[in-house]
């Protein structure tokens, strides 16, 4: 089965926090942004047939962030500023 296709008639985006200063380190491994794994975030699903397929140039990873700091976090805001400009 292929991965679970995102709505047509909407542009969906994807933004992860990670605790850690890089993709794969301890903290990025171990706790992603505290709450959410950033595969999860990501819509990554270890069974292909139940991922989501975000378009690369449509998610966004923001480091040394934790749940919550999501909400408010400068890179978060410029990251979606940058996308409602593109649409």
């Not at 047509?8 to 933004?15: D, E, L, N, R």
């Not at 990670?18 to 942004?33: I, P, Y």
């Not at 998610?59 to 410029?78: D, M, N, Q, R």
Request: glycine share 10%; net charge negative; charged share 20%.
């Amino acid at each position: 089965r292929t991965a679970v296709p995102l709505p047509k008639s909407v542009v969906c985006y994807a933004i992860a926090g990670t605790t850690g200063k890089a993709t794969g380190d301890l903290s990025d491994t171990l706790l992603g942004d505290g709450l959410v794994y950033i595969k999860s975030a990501l819509g990554q699903h270890k069974e292909a047939g139940k991922s989501l397929v975000f378009a690369p140039e449509r998610k966004c990873v923001v480091y040394e962030c934790g749940h919550i700091e999501l909400l408010s976090h400068p890179k978060v805001y410029a990251q979606l500023s940058l996308w409602m400009e593109e649409e």
